[in-house]
């Protein structure tokens, strides 16, 4: 993701990195110290996900904050049905295992003898309030005297009058009403927007249309864990039987992907193998679309993998795509795989989304069956598998990196408790971390 500058709270502009390359990858999480740089800082983070769950940016973000802070997940109960797409409850096996887990941070469920309780008001807020007192416990057990509240969805507002905090911040990872036609942003969400000390946001369309709510409001793409993604990988055991070319997709199966366009891909093209790597989701509405792909000879469902196994899946694909249904939903969204595609140096191709055609430089777009015939047929070429376009992808994903990016939420948060805090998060900046600028 990237952010904004340094000296851009306030302005309500976003911000942009320069073009300064970094001198070979960060340390991934796992690699992170003992003990996090601020210790007296706490972060509650109020998450739509089990952390067991599929990874989401929440899971990259808050597993590197906690380089710098100590960091409680607080998860929702798993019949919590408040957050919508994404956020059900639902484990996964796209999840580090527990000792894997940075040590700065902790999971907090909700106690079991809390009702889970969202109505009448008062009750909900008495129950809200007792949840949240055991994740208060762990900060101050670890000597935390700074409490970051940090929001991941609207619903969960009222955090903010039930919470002692220092700071506050809420993260736009989403257009949270799911429509594919374009809603206004609710008075609530707006509200909470303009309530917090610090907003950041995950892609321009959305900085675009809320940006201007909050002075303090960073842009803060998606990234990527570049080291792992550079790293060879041998090829997985279960994609080496399905012949070359390999058409993949490497993410959550939802209603957003142009099933349909592919289909009919995969019927144009019985020489190309249609690989698909991920757990399904949204099969009362597009289910019948998946079986219908998943009963031709030439595509392949793999299922879902752990987060640590995705970066050879996506090496050993040819052509990588994001083929999103292009709406006035997927124009708000920053797709996770698009750095990661690009660090593997595969050739991709993706839909005219608002976001991926900021990346045309590196990346085919298309929209028709034929456009996207031709489109992984360039991309299935000589030249698009050059030493030089390799390097020019793997070149922007860099840019991007997981570790880069959370540096820069880290300082903004550090700038929000004060100039000693700020000072005191530079100390961890990436080697060879450039400055953010003014866009």
Not at 29 to 36: A, E, H, M
Not at 42 to 67: C, E, F, K, M
Request: charged share 25%.
């Amino acid at each position: 993701m990237s952010q904004r500058e340094d000296g851009g709270a306030g302005s309500g502009t976003p911000i942009s990195f320069d073009s300064t390359p970094r001198v070979g990858p960060a340390e991934p999480p796992r690699g992170c110290l003992r003990s996090p740089l601020l210790p007296d800082v706490g972060v509650i983070a109020v998450v739509p996900d089990q952390w067991n769950g599929v990874w989401q940016s929440r899971h990259y973000v808050l597993t590197r904050l906690a380089r710098y802070f100590h960091i409680v997940w607080c998860r929702p109960s798993a019949g919590d049905r408040r957050y919508g797409p994404g956020g059900d409850g639902r484990s996964g096996r796209n999840n580090f295992t527990p000792t894997d887990r940075p040590p700065g941070l902790m999971i907090h469920d909700r106690p079991s003898w809390i009702p889970d309780l969202h109505r009448p008001a008062a009750l909900a807020r008495l129950t809200t309030r007792e949840r949240f007192r055991g994740a208060q416990r762990l900060l101050a057990q670890r000597g935390c005297d700074r409490v970051v509240l940090s929001l991941w969805r609207p619903s969960d507002a009222a955090a903010l009058e039930l919470i002692p905090h220092s700071v506050s911040c809420y993260h736009i990872d989403d257009e949270y009403t799911f429509s594919e036609v374009e809603q206004a942003t609710s008075e609530d969400e707006a509200r909470l927007i303009r309530k917090v000390d610090q907003v950041f946001i995950s892609s321009r369309g959305l900085f675009e249309k809320k940006g201007h709510l909050n002075p303090n409001t960073l842009f803060v793409p998606n990234g990527v864990d570049y080291a792992a993604y550079i790293h060879p990988w041998p090829e997985p055991e279960d994609l080496r039987a399905i012949p070359h070319p390999r058409i993949g997709y490497v993410g959550l199966i939802k209603k957003q992907l142009n099933l349909q366009l592919l289909d009919a891909l995969a019927r144009r093209h019985p020489t190309w193998s249609f690989v698909f790597v991920g757990p399904r989701r949204h099969e009362d509405k597009v289910g019948t679309l998946i079986q219908r792909l998943a009963d031709l000879p030439n595509v392949h469902f793999l299922g879902e993998k752990p987060v640590s196994e995705l970066p050879s899946y996506t090496q050993h694909i040819d052509v990588c795509t994001l083929c999103y249904k292009v709406d006035d939903y997927t124009k708000f969204i920053y797709p996770l795989k698009l750095h990661e595609s690009l660090a593997s140096g595969q050739p991709g191709v993706g839909a005219p989304i608002r976001t991926l055609r900021d990346f045309a430089a590196v990346l085919n777009l298309a929209d028709s069956v034929e456009e996207w015939s031709e489109a992984i047929a360039a991309m299935l070429g000589p030249a698009a598998r050059s030493e030089a376009r390799t390097a020019a992808r793997r070149a922007v994903a860099r840019e991007h990196d997981w570790d880069r990016l959370v540096y820069h939420v880290a300082a903004a948060l550090g700038d929000r408790l004060g100039a000693s805090y700020r000072q005191r998060v530079q100390q961890g900046m990436p080697s060879s971390q450039p400055l953010a600028r003014e866009a």
